[in-house]
C-alpha cells in the first residue's frame, strides 16, 4: 500500500506541474498523451486503494493564473469527465437528444451581461475562482460590447487562436510558442490592449450558463445567443443518440479535424444533452458534475521506431529541430518525420543520436509527435551554425516560458522566412501548386531560394534537384510546369503573397478599390504621411501604416523589382460584374459538388453583388447546403429563423443559369 501511495503522490506532483505549465502560457512538461497516461493510471490506483490524495487532479480542476484581481465564479466553471470510448457516451446519453460540439482548445472565458451592456469578463481560474480581465474585452473579437437583451447573462466560452493566425503572429513577431493555446494563454497575462489585439484571440461561446428566459433546449438557448450576434462553437443534434448514428457522427467529425476544415485548434469533442434542466440534476464528483456534458478525446495510436538523425530545419524565427526516423504507419499513412519543437523539448526526452529508440503518434490525428525515448544511443548535438546560412547559431532562452530555442544570428537568413515562402506559393498567393512548405524548406536549406525571385529561376538547379531523395524528372517536370503557369497573376494575389503585415485578400482588395498597383505603390513609396490610405473603407491608420513601411524600405523595393522581373501582374477589377445577387446574404456550409471549393462558390456570389458570411442570422437570405434535411447547427439556425435552405442545384437554377 505504501508503495502504491508513494507512486500516487509523484504522479499528482508531475501531473500538476505538467498542468500548471499547459494552462500558463509555459514550456510543455509533457504531451497531452503522456498526461492523459498518467492520469488514467492515477485514478486507477485510486480505485484500487481506496484514497484520494490532496491536490489530486482526479478531484480538482486545472487552474489558469493569470495575473489580476480574483473574484469567485457565479456558478463554479467544472471541468468535463473524458473519454476515448463511444460506448461511454452511449451509456451516458441514455438515449436523450444530445449536441456534439468541437472540444475547443483554448482558455476559458466567462462573460456576464447586465441590462444590454458587457459588465464583466473572468478568467475560469480553478473553477470556483477566476481572474477579471474585463479590461481586455476589446481586444478580443465575439466579446460584445452592447447585446439587445436587457437581462443577466452568464455565458461560458473559449478564448482560441485559429491556426492561420497563429502562424502568422509568430512570423511577423519573430516569438516563439509551442502551440496557438499556448499564445492565447500568454496573451491574456499582459496589459496592453494593443499588443493582445495583435494576437487576433477570438472568443466563441460553448454554453450558456444562465439567462433570465425560460428556454430549456440547449440547442435552442445557442440559437438565441447567434441572433443576439454571438458567433458559436459549431455543433450538431443527435435526436436518437445509438452506438451506431454517435460513431457515425464523430467519424465525420474526425474527418474534418484530419483535414484542417475547423480553422481553430481542437482536443476532442463535447455533447451535451439538450434538456437542460435535465442536465441540472446531476451530482458533483470529483471535479466535474455528472450530467453538464461528457468529453470525447481521440484514442492516439503510437508506434515505436528508430531514430535516423535529427534535422535542424527552417521555422518561422527558430531552426527547429526535426526527428527523422525509421518510416511507421500511423493513422493510414506513413511518417517518417516529427518536429521535436525546440531544445527544451529535446533534452525533456531525452533525444540522442542515429538509433535511439522512440515512440510517435499523430497527436489529435494531424500532427506526428515524438512522445518517449524508450532508449537512448550517442549525443543530442546542437549545430554551432545555422545550416542554411552557416552564420553562428545562439542558444535562446525565453523569459516568459523558460523555453530553450536555437536562432541564428544572422537577421536576412533565408530560414527565417519560410512562412513568408509558404504563402507566397500557397493557392491564396501565387497559386504554384506542388512546392510544399518541406519542398520550400530543402531547398531553402540547399541555399537555392533566397528571396521570392529565385523560385521563378528554380530551373537553373534542375540537375541538382532531380539528383534530391523522393524528387526526379517528373518531380522537377511538375514544378516547372507550375512556375511557368504562375507567372500570370492578378493584382490582390500578388499584394497577398508579398507577405505584408496585416494586409491579407481582403485589404488587398480594398486598397486595389482605389488604386492600380503601380499607383499604389509608388504612392507608398514616395508618401510623407503613412496614413495616406487610411481613408479608404474598412483600411484605417494602422494598416495604411504598415503597407507605406513596408514599401519605404530599400530592402523590400529591390525584392519586388526583381521578382516584377519574372512575372506579370493583371489589374484586378474589384467592381461585381453584374448586381444580379444584390442585397442578398448568403451563407455556404458543407461540402459543394459543382464549384471546384467553396471559396469558387463565394468568388461567384461577390462577383455577381452579393454577400457571403460566416454564421447564419436574420440578415441571411439563403444557407446553402447539399444536406438539406440534416441537423446541423446551421439548419437548425435557418429553420428557426424561417430562412430558405437550399441545395447547390437550387443555387445553380436560381442564380447561375
Not at 475560469?124 to 437583451?149: F, M, Q, V
Not at 525533456?348 to 500532427?367: F, S
Not at 523590400?556 to 453584374?578: C, F, G, R, T, Y
Amino acid at each position: 500500500m505504501e508503495d502504491k501511495k508513494k507512486l500516487m503522490q509523484e504522479y499528482i506532483g508531475q501531473l500538476n506541474a505538467a498542468s500548471d505549465a499547459y494552462y500558463n502560457g509555459r514550456s510543455e512538461l509533457m504531451s497531452d498523451y503522456e498526461w492523459d497516461a498518467m492520469f488514467d493510471a492515477l485514478k486507477k490506483l485510486e480505485e484500487e486503494t481506496g484514497i484520494v490524495l490532496e491536490e489530486s487532479p482526479t478531484h480538482k480542476v486545472s487552474e489558469d493564473e493569470i495575473v489580476g484581481q480574483k473574484e469567485e465564479h457565479e456558478f463554479s466553471a467544472l471541468s468535463l469527465a473524458k473519454t476515448k470510448k463511444v460506448e461511454d457516451l452511449v451509456k451516458w446519453a441514455e438515449g436523450k437528444p444530445i449536441w456534439l460540439s468541437w472540444k475547443l482548445d483554448g482558455l476559458t472565458l466567462v462573460v456576464t451581461y447586465d441590462d444590454g451592456k458587457l459588465s464583466k469578463v473572468v478568467t475560469r481560474g480553478d473553477g470556483h475562482r477566476g481572474t477579471n480581465i474585463t479590461h481586455l474585452a476589446p481586444a478580443i473579437t465575439g466579446i460584445l460590447p452592447k447585446i439587445e437583451e436587457k437581462g443577466h447573462l452568464v455565458i461560458r466560452g473559449e478564448a482560441v487562436i485559429s491556426y492561420d493566425d497563429f502562424e502568422q503572429f509568430r512570423m511577423e513577431s519573430e516569438e516563439d510558442y509551442a502551440n496557438p493555446r499556448n499564445l492565447a494563454s500568454g496573451s491574456l497575462s499582459l496589459k496592453d490592449i494593443e499588443e493582445v489585439k495583435r494576437r487576433k484571440i477570438h472568443w466563441l461561446p460553448f454554453t450558456l450558463v444562465y439567462c433570465e428566459k425560460e428556454i430549456n433546449s440547449w440547442g435552442v438557448r445557442m440559437a438565441w445567443l447567434e441572433e443576439l450576434g454571438f458567433t458559436c462553437v459549431e455543433r450538431e443534434c443527435i435526436t436518437h443518440p445509438s452506438q451506431e448514428e454517435i460513431t457515425k457522427t464523430i467519424d465525420a467529425w474526425t474527418k474534418r479535424v484530419t483535414s484542417r476544415e475547423n480553422p481553430y485548434p481542437v482536443d476532442g469533442l463535447v455533447i451535451s444533452y439538450d434538456d437542460v434542466l435535465y442536465a441540472q440534476t446531476g451530482s458533483i464528483t470529483g471535479h466535474h458534475a455528472t450530467k453538464a456534458g461528457y468529453a470525447f478525446k481521440w484514442a492516439d495510436e503510437s508506434a515505436s521506431t528508430q531514430l535516423d538523425y535529427v534535422e535542424w530545419s527552417c521555422a518561422a524565427s527558430t531552426i527547429t529541430p526535426v526527428a527523422v526516423f525509421e518510416p511507421v504507419e500511423l493513422e493510414g499513412t506513413i511518417v517518417k518525420r516529427a518536429s521535436l519543437c525546440n531544445i527544451s523539448e529535446c533534452e525533456r526526452l531525452g533525444i540522442g543520436g542515429k538509433g535511439t529508440q522512440i515512440e510517435v503518434i499523430k497527436a489529435n490525428k494531424i500532427i506526428p509527435k515524438v512522445i518517449k525515448v524508450t532508449q537512448t544511443n550517442g549525443n543530442f548535438e546542437i549545430p554551432g551554425v545555422c545550416p542554411v546560412c552557416q552564420a553562428p547559431t545562439r542558444v535562446q532562452v525565453s523569459k516568459e516560458s523558460g523555453t530553450k530555442t536555437l536562432r541564428c544570428t544572422n537577421e536576412h537568413c533565408p530560414a527565417k522566412q519560410l512562412k513568408k515562402f509558404t504563402r507566397f506559393v500557397s493557392k491564396a498567393g501565387m497559386d504554384i501548386d506542388g512546392i510544399s512548405e518541406m519542398t520550400l524548406a530543402r531547398f531553402i536549406n540547399e541555399g537555392w531560394i533566397k528571396e521570392y525571385a529565385d523560385i521563378y529561376r528554380l530551373k537553373e538547379h534542375e540537375e541538382e534537384i532531380v539528383q534530391l531523395e523522393g524528387f526526379g524528372e517528373k518531380s522537377m517536370q511538375n514544378i516547372d510546369a507550375s512556375i511557368e503557369k504562375a507567372r500570370k497573376v492578378n493584382a490582390q494575389k500578388f499584394l497577398y503573397a508579398l507577405n505584408i503585415p496585416l494586409i491579407g485578400q481582403d485589404v488587398a482588395k480594398r486598397l486595389l478599390s482605389s488604386y492600380t498597383l503601380v499607383d499604389l505603390i509608388n504612392t507608398a513609396k514616395n508618401a510623407d504621411n503613412e496614413e495616406v490610405f487610411a481613408h479608404i473603407d474598412g483600411i484605417g491608420k494602422e494598416k495604411s501604416s504598415t503597407f507605406v513601411r513596408f514599401f519605404q524600405k530599400e530592402e523590400n523595393v529591390l525584392m519586388v523589382e526583381n521578382l516584377l522581373k519574372q512575372i506579370q501582374v493583371e489589374e484586378v477589377d474589384v467592381a461585381p460584374s453584374s448586381n444580379r445577387l444584390e442585397n442578398l446574404v448568403f451563407v455556404v456550409t458543407g461540402d459543394v459538388h459543382h464549384y471546384q471549393n467553396r471559396n469558387e462558390l463565394k468568388a461567384y456570389i461577390e462577383d455577381n453583388g452579393g454577400k457571403v458570411t460566416g454564421s447564419v442570422s436574420k440578415s441571411t437570405s439563403y444557407l446553402i447546403n447539399n444536406d438539406v434535411t440534416s441537423a446541423s447547427s446551421k439548419n437548425q439556425k435557418a429553420k428557426e429563423l424561417n430562412i430558405p435552405i437550399i441545395s447547390e442545384d437550387e443555387f445553380i437554377e436560381r442564380f447561375a443559369s
